[in-house]
């Protein structure tokens, strides 16, 4: 068979399903290739990871003789069977992004069930395990991890082990719910060898929760290369106020976090939530000029 991948988001970051389809495929002898218009292919897969707000969909392929779309932009109800889930991701599909870098799970699923996440209605309102490391990793010296909660996984102290013996650098690039932190598995996390970490405070309401792990981490963790805890995730553009987005900037940065903001809805986020964004997210901006309403977007 002659295999077409077309990824819909785009290429600025690798995705995981296409490059495990690509290595099912190869494994059976079939021909993979990303899809372009002048070939003739026997199955062409369409992958989309976001909804039609960030990445509108595309026309289907005429030069296919069958067309499987799949990733949470299609809907939740999709997913790759056990033997292509588990197989080790075909890297050489994005050579300039997986150069030295391994991307994978390790757990699946968020006990939270958050209103504005789907990681819980698609992967179930539990975190469990679905792979060692060895499944996507063979040596490369950095690993990017795509876990939504590994700190609410039962195993998650051998998962934070297995980082840890690992020696590569590791990005946890979701958030870690600081609500579960306790001395141990920060003691845990210390042992890795941490490129970035982040956390996250989504709503005012778990304030005092956060601010506990946030506060226990600062006791018990260590510094990055820059100076700073880590980095947290601030949600905005969904139910809180300036004030409330400000007071949780100004809090974590004084606790030697790097706040980060994301946005809800960015393309219909107003004007003030995208210059904060702007503001915040940009170090060398944020730490110019401290205050927000003194931030002037003509020069910064």
């Not at 709503?203 to 510094?223: I, N």
């Not at 004007?271 to 901006?285: D, S």
Request: charged share 30%; with cysteine; hydrophobic share 35%.
């Amino acid at each position: 068979m002659t295999i077409g991948l077309i990824d819909v988001d785009g290429h600025n970051w690798p995705n995981l399903a296409l490059m495990k389809l690509s290595a099912w495929h190869k494994a059976q002898g079939d021909a993979v290739e990303w899809w372009w218009g002048f070939g003739e292919y026997d199955r062409v897969y369409m992958s989309k990871v976001f909804d039609e707000t960030y990445s509108p969909d595309i026309p289907e392929p005429l030069n296919a003789r069958e067309i499987i779309k799949g990733g949470t932009g299609y809907g939740l109800d999709n997913h790759l069977p056990d033997e292509v889930e588990h197989i080790y991701p075909d890297y050489s599909m994005y050579p300039e992004l997986t150069r030295e870098t391994a991307y994978g799970f390790l757990t699946r699923g968020c006990p939270r069930g958050c209103s504005f996440c789907i990681v819980a209605r698609k992967e179930g309102r539990a975190a469990r395990k679905v792979a060692d490391l060895s499944e996507w990793w063979r040596g490369q010296k950095e690993i990017k991890l795509l876990d939504p909660n590994l700190l609410a996984c039962r195993e998650h102290m051998d998962l934070l082990g297995q980082l840890a013996d690992s020696g590569a650098w590791v990005d946890f690039t979701q958030g870690l719910d600081c609500r579960l932190l306790t001395a141990e598995n920060i003691g845990a996390i210390g042992a890795v060898r941490l490129k970035e970490i982040h956390f996250a405070w989504d709503y005012m309401a778990e304030s005092d929760a956060v601010l506990r792990g946030l506060r226990r981490y600062v006791e018990h963790g260590k510094k990055n290369r820059h100076g700073k805890f880590g980095s947290v995730y601030v949600l905005t553009n969904y139910d809180t106020t300036m004030e409330e987005n400000l007071y949780r900037i100004y809090t974590l940065r004084d606790m030697g976090f790097d706040p980060y903001v994301m946005i809800y809805d960015k393309p219909n986020a107003p004007r003030e939530i995208r210059l904060l964004q702007r503001w915040c997210n940009n170090r060398l901006v944020f730490r110019a000029e401290p205050d927000f309403y003194k931030f002037d977007p003509k020069r910064g």
